[in-house]
């Protein structure tokens, strides 16, 4: 018999308190192997009620070539913020 004797109601759900701490460990598994591709662009609560409800999690979109966003900053292809070239004029 599991310690964790409270239940808990999210939108339609129901979950008793192992299943919520089972929901919580596997998320942050998938977050520890997301983490190093840099594929994460949700927060940690976010993943968490997207699993409860069924919802797929957003994955950062990776590009082919540098861009440049709407404000004008260059990115990587990998999105990472396009440093400077020092042309060593002023």
């Known amino acids: ?11 339609d759900k129901y979950f008793y308190g ?13 977050r520890e192997d997301l983490r190093p591709k840099k594929l994460l662009k ?6 968490l ?7 797929e999690r957003p994955l950062q979109d990776k590009k082919s070539q540098p861009y440049k966003n ?4 260059w990115f990587n292809a990998d999105g990472t913020v396009m440093k400077a070239m020092d042309v060593g004029r002023v």
């Open 18 to 30: 192992q299943e919520i701490i089972d929901l919580v460990d596997e998320v942050a598994r998938e």
């Open 1 to 11: 018999m599991s310690q964790y004797h409270y239940s808990y109601v999210y939108g």
């Open 70 to 73: 709407a404000c004008g900053t």
């Open 42 to 47: 949700t927060s940690f609560a976010q993943d």
């Open 49 to 55: 009620k997207n699993k409860i409800l069924g919802i």
